[in-house]
């Protein structure tokens, strides 16, 4: 069997697809269990509501990019617009805009997972041979060399004489361009769209691309039909094309965010899906050195440290680096006019550094709520907590230590007004400084959570095989399930897991 | 951003101050300026206050306007491949910070603020930045948003922050100078 891509310009009539197992969504999770699903001979069907994108597109222009790449056209954000939400959605979904960064599952979050919320499968021994396979399928390796900013961090943290150490990334043929958040210009990178879904599709998988799934259709207690719209590419509207999947089995894969609203749009709301949805809330420092920094080029992730990880009863954080290009680096600092300029002038020798708060393990950190707005859209609410203001507090001077550590004249905080500092005896002021929503950029690259994982069908959605709780035949298998926050970057995670769950999935067609 | 309801709450009580004392003030209407192609998204009226604050924001020395680049028409075009919601949300923000009858409670002023004079728009603009109301906060990082990214994003001002660009691939051969896992070609 041969598989097909369809994309919306070339879907012009109404059309009903019987197959196996209908994925919905394209990313992390998706892509891994089609190929595995297809490679053991079963008929696959992906749903992807992004559009189907190669290199030949990405001209490196984040003008072009985010709104081809990234949900809602890159304005995703919470309902306060607190926390900026940067959300791919393409075929190969994150994976295509991600920065590359690969951590297996650390053993704390599996045995806290273990501990709190009863998943004792979830283990090293059970896991690690999946980790093993998708490095190998993903050229997971730890990258050999930092550009300036990377550097930066490393030197801080190497004075301070706090835990660093390189990163490991998905690239084969990596130009060291910097530009994985705008899609790869030499397909180094191994995003989905390079890997697991040509697998899927030389194994026999289908996918339509520019198809978005509006809902699931349950009878009976299992999902009957997927109902989906053809989207016109351009204007982002549905073209009139409706596509209707009858499956055996049912995945959502759309993420966490989209995959939880999906099944609040199918009725499938129990009072627990779109709960404890983490996001790895970002605040950042930026450093201005005498020499160039130039954020913008060379791997953006390479050097990462997990210090403060371990904070004991406080929410712990994560340290790593971001690509700064103009777009992105000007939407940091609110300011505007020659105040707005004068930082902006400033960016060759801008280093920064971000701090990833972990969300979802401290006892009654719930994390924020999706739902659905009256006109269909999604809201997503994070509550600003006392613990998180804490931690942002904490890794925010932190930052600003390692980045004085390293050298920089000046270090300058994210606040509506920014707090600058030359020494260290302006650390004071920058922890005196209000923190919380709307008092600083808070970002977020890591969506997790949404249709959590556990035992217990009364206060999770879906079982420890995948499979939702009620409905019979309805998997989730992506970030949405994970019951907490992770502490390192998800994606190999989400790798991961969908790998595991390939024989769940293919056991229940 | 803010609901509708949030929105809608703070016109509201404007209408009422301006019911109680701000009759006779002779409150003046939005400055309207002509788009250069069709809107697709934003009212006119929308769309003028965004071209006034885009203005502002973008205030750069040695720098093209934001007219000059086409922010604010820019930002029509891509509210336009979005959901409607997300340009009914941001033109109602829009025209609270445009609003006389807001701007009577909110900012003690009276005039819409595409008819203020430069130094009054920065000035209302710097107060809804800093505000301790979210709203207010909200409103403004909404549209600031919009208005850098869709500025700085301009390959033509990458010069006034020293952004060579990115570098030209072309999927050209590339071999020799890529790096992979160890062991692999």
Redesign the interface.
């Known amino acids: 069997m041969s598989g097909a891509v369809f994309v919306g310009s070339g879907l012009a009539n109404d059309l009903t697809v019987s197959c196996d197992v209908c994925i919905i969504g394209s990313g992390a999770g998706g892509s891994v269990l089609a190929a595995g699903l297809a490679e053991r001979g079963l008929d696959v069907v992906v749903l992807e509501e992004g559009g189907y994108h190669t ?2 597109e990405f ?5 072009d990019a ?2 081809m790449l990234y949900q ?4 995703r954000g919470t ?4 926390i ?1 939400i940067l959300q791919g959605r393409s075929v190969g979904g994150g994976t295509t805009i991600n920065w590359t960064t690969c951590f297996r599952t650390p053993d704390r979050i599996l045995h806290h997972w273990r501990d709190v919320h009863g998943l004792d499968h979830l283990t090293r021994a059970a896991l690690d041979p999946h980790f093993e396979a998708v490095e190998q399928r993903l ?3 730890e ?3 930092n550009n300036a900013n990377n550097s930066k961090l490393e030197e801080g943290c190497a004075a301070l004489g706090w835990e660093h150490s390189q990163l490991r990334r998905n ?7 910097g ?1 994985c958040g705008v899609g790869c ?2 397909d ?1 990178k191994q995003a989905m769209h390079l890997t697991y879904l040509p697998d899927a599709l030389d194994a026999g998988a289908r996918l339509f691309a520019d198809t978005r799934v509006d809902r699931l259709e349950v009878a009976g207690g299992r999902v009957v039909a997927v109902h989906a719209s053809v989207l016109d590419r ?3 509207r549905p073209s009139g094309v409706a596509v209707t999947v009858r499956p055996k089995v049912t995945v959502s894969s759309a993420g966490a965010i989209n995959g939880p609203a999906l099944l609040l749009r199918s009725g499938l709301d129990d009072g627990l899906v779109g709960r404890r949805t983490f996001l790895h809330p970002v605040v950042g420092v930026g450093g201005r050195y005498a020499e160039p920094v130039h954020p ?1 080029y060379g791997a953006p992730q390479s050097v990462g440290s997990h210090h403060f990880i371990d904070r004991g009863d406080k929410m712990g954080f994560f340290l790593e680096c971001p690509p700064l ?3 992105l ?3 940091v600092f ?5 105040e ?2 004068e930082f ?2 400033d ?2 020798h801008l280093g920064a550094i971000i701090a990833l708060q972990v969300d979802g393990l401290l006892a009654g950190d719930e994390g924020g709520t999706v739902s659905l ?1 009256r ?3 999604i809201r997503v609410d994070y509550p600003v907590e006392p613990a998180l203001v804490e931690a942002m507090r904490a890794s925010t001077v932190a930052m600003a230590r390692i980045v004085l550590a390293a050298g920089a004249e000046e270090v300058a905080s994210m606040h ?2 920014p707090v600058r500092l030359r020494d260290a005896a302006g650390l004071a002021r920058l922890e005196a400084a209000p923190y919380g ?2 008092e600083h950029a808070i970002f977020s690259a890591h969506q997790m959570g949404g249709c959590m994982m556990g035992n217990d069908p009364a206060a999770s959605v879906v079982g420890p095989d995948f499979q939702h709780h009620r409905v019979a035949g309805l998997y989730v298998v992506d970030g949405s399930v994970l019951p907490t926050a992770l502490g390192v970057n998800p994606s190999q995670t989400i790798y991961g897991l969908a790998h595991f769950a390939c024989d769940e999935v293919a056991g229940a067609v | ?3 509708r309801r949030e929105l809608m709450k703070v016109g509201a009580v404007g209408a009422g101050v301006l019911a109680l004392g701000g009759v006779g003030l002779g409150l003046r209407g939005t400055v309207v300026v002509a788009p250069p192609q069709p809107l697709q998204a934003l009212s006119p009226k929308a769309y003028s206050v965004l071209f006034a604050v885009a203005e ?6 040695g ?1 093209p306007k934001a007219s000059e680049l086409g922010v604010a028409i820019g930002v029509d075009v ?1 509210l ?7 340009a009914a949300e941001l033109s109602q923000g829009l025209m609270v910070l445009e609003s006389a009858l807001t701007g009577l409670l909110l900012d003690a002023r009276a005039t819409p603020f595409s008819a203020l004079p430069h130094e009054d728009q ?1 000035a209302v ?1 710097e107060t809804w ?2 505000s301790k109301l ?1 709203v207010k ?2 409103v ?3 549209i ?3 208005v ?8 033509t ?2 010069v ?4 060579p660009g ?2 030209d ?1 072309g ?1 050209v051969g ?1 071999a020799g ?6 062991g ?1 070609e």
Request: aromatic residues 10%; charged residues 15%.
């Open positions: 290199r030949a001209t490196l222009q984040e003008r985010f709104p809602d056209r890159g304005t309902a306060d617009l607190a900026t050229g997971i390796a990258w050999p060399a690239v084969r043929g990596c130009a060291n361009s530009y210009p030499v180094g351009a204007s982002g913008y290009q103009p777009m680096a000007s939407t609110n300011g505007f006019g020659l707005h300029q902006m002038a960016l060759p707005r006109d269909g859209r509506v007004e929503a709307l | 951003m803010p609901t502002r924001i973008c205030c750069y020395e720098l891509l336009a491949s979005a959901h409607p919601g997300i920065d603009l930045r800093l979210p906060r909200t403004y990082k909404a600031h948003g919009l850098v990214a869709g500025y700085w994003s301009d390959p001002v990458f006034g922050c020293g952004y990115p570098p691939y999927n590339l100078q890529l790096w992979s896992p160890e692999e």
